[in-house]
């Protein structure tokens, strides 16, 4: 007898969870996303929580029901998560130690947490073209659900935040899109990443001496590009985030970035930030870091971390 699935966290109480929406018709059963949305919200932009739970736990929801009478208000700025997972593991669901972020629908915000498809599914780039059909299909349904469009943040952890720095320098680049909404933009309005690979190549030079391996054949980022990834230069090339920053018009074609590293952690090393770091601030970009002092592969106990995301995304996602 298989054993059960855990139950996921359920999202607090006055938020509308509308579960497995697909964003690709027909497609994977991957290719769908969560939407959490507030009710009876003061305002639609309040400012955000200051830590990554939620206050309360709330009654669980059912699928597209709400735990409490009324609709949502109009024009919420929208969160999308992308889990991480090291590309081959991980759900839109979390988990009790990382839940979706769901506790900002709360405070006004609108809040999506997408799959994609894993390593095991499809190699690079299907994960960044997953990504971005989900961004264009919210934009797509924005006055359907009560979604700004003009107002869409991406936050991911690891695998999560590869993807949504890769969201953030790739919305001028065409050869992602891919699937249906081809009119409508994929690009985000800012970039959340927490410790998020770069460039695959130089993490294993990068480790600390407990660290994880990643030039081996069966490693995450081997998996992800579909070979060794120092057999493969061209392929890591084209996962990598700085391949794609633009050397001008930078204020277009690329949105502010809050990046967050531990520097110990040893499964995506420290240093992978740094070159992010680096590459945006040479050309202009607008990019805060923020290293967690001692801090490993996410857990963070910081109350600055939570604090900071809080404030960027409150800054960035105002109203204009």
Not at 75 to 90: D, K
Not at 102 to 123: D, E, K, M, P
Not at 164 to 184: C, I, P, Q, R, S
Request: proline share 9%; charged share 15%; glycine share 8%.
């Amino acid at each position: 007898m298989s054993a059960q699935r855990p139950t996921p966290p359920q999202p607090p109480a006055g938020v509308i969870a509308h579960r497995d929406l697909a964003y690709v018709a027909n497609g994977h059963e991957r290719q769908m996303l969560d939407l959490y949305l507030p009710i009876n919200s003061a305002e639609s932009g309040a400012a955000a929580p200051e830590n990554n739970q939620s206050a309360e736990s709330g009654a669980a929801l059912a699928n597209n029901q709400s735990a409490e009478s009324g609709t949502a208000l109009a024009n919420h700025p929208l969160v999308i998560w992308v889990h991480g997972g090291a590309f081959r593991v991980g759900s839109k669901e979390g988990n009790e130690d990382n839940p979706p972020p769901f506790h900002y629908a709360t405070q006004g915000y609108a809040v999506a947490a997408i799959n994609y498809r894993l390593s095991q599914h499809a190699i690079w780039p299907a994960q960044i073209e997953d990504c971005k059909a989900a961004v264009r299909w919210l934009r797509v349904h924005a006055a359907e659900y009560s979604l700004d469009p003009e107002r869409f943040a991406a936050w991911g952890p690891s695998a999560g935040g590869h993807l949504v720095a890769m969201l953030g320098v790739t919305g001028h680049v065409a050869k992602f899109e891919v699937g249906a909404h081809l009119d409508v933009s994929s690009r985000v309005q800012c970039v959340v990443d927490y410790f998020g690979p770069t460039d695959f190549l130089q993490m294993d030079a990068q480790r600390p001496p407990d660290g994880m391996i990643h030039d081996a054949p069966d490693s995450p980022e081997s998996e992800l590009v579909g070979g060794n990834i120092q057999e493969h230069p061209d392929k890591v090339a084209r996962a990598n985030p700085i391949t794609y920053i633009p050397q001008d018009d930078i204020t277009a074609n690329v949105p502010p970035f809050l990046i967050v590293h531990g520097d110990q952690d040893p499964l995506v090393p420290y240093g992978q930030s740094l070159l992010l770091v680096e590459a945006l601030e040479k050309v202009g970009a607008d990019v805060t870091f923020y290293t967690v002092q001692g801090g490993g592969h996410g857990g963070f106990t910081d109350p600055a971390v939570p604090k900071l995301t809080a404030e960027f995304l409150a800054k960035q996602l105002a109203p204009a």
